[in-house]
């Protein structure tokens, strides 16, 4: 079993050594003691943005425990894959969110989509917000990632279209060419897609066209709008097809993140 994941700032990581010894106090301080973390227990500290070190338990602090480090690394996914989450009702957003992020996914993208029937507006926008920030820190925090995925700004179907847009393009420096790789692949799960996304996949691994980033868009409940299935393939987004069945929007980005992580070998 894996050893819990504490967090520390960018700073504190930073000036971490192996064989160097932290004293891990505050909130998450406080909850190594909550778990009774033992004298030489295993225990991993990470920065949030992907740094992490291994160490144990070295010390029972009153107010948390000190931390003998062991080893240092970083997290970096590759591709990195990121979930255009469409606002649902009945928390399914944060569902899919909180899967999401423990099947790996470097960032979280909310999107209000034409037939989203949530609305964030005014004040309840910034709460919902950080309402999706606690979601995945928590997710993250469970799953024992040194990455706490980037809950980005809540995108209109306009902005979301211009975002593929540029996301789609040929990566900075290459050819303007049919084989120039661009920075990253959208995919748009939509029950009226004629090819699978697992073929979709595979056929950039085996050429070799594998981008650096990789997005899925899942839509609301009553699904994506012709007109924004229209502007995002325009931007440079494709279709694609998980299955027979038509999945809840909190299962669907799981379902195409599960599919991503086997074929790019992560599973």
Known sequence: MTAPMFYISAEQMQALAAGSVFELRGAEG???LVKR???????????????????TVDAILPDGV????????????APATYLVQALAKDGRDLLGIETATELGVAGVVPWSADRSIVRWKGDRAAKAHAKWENTVYAAAKQSRRALIPTV???HSSVELAEFIAQVTAPAEGSEQSDSAIPEAAVFILHENATERLSTQLSALVSSENLPAEIYVIVGPEGGIA??????????????ALLGTEVLR??????????????VTGRF
């Open 30 to 32: 406080k909850h190594a």
């Open 152 to 154: 980005y700004d809540l």
């Open 66 to 77: 000190a931390v003998r480090v062991e080893t240092l690394g970083i997290e970096v996914p």
């Open 226 to 239: 012709p007109r924004e299935v229209e502007l995002f393939t325009q931007a440079g987004a494709r279709l």
């Open 249 to 262: 929007a909190s299962t669907a980005g799981s379902a195409a993140l599960c599919v991503l992580n086997t």
């Open 37 to 55: 973390m033992e004298l030489g227990e295993e225990i991993s500290l990470g920065d949030g943005s992907g740094a992490y070190a291994h160490g």
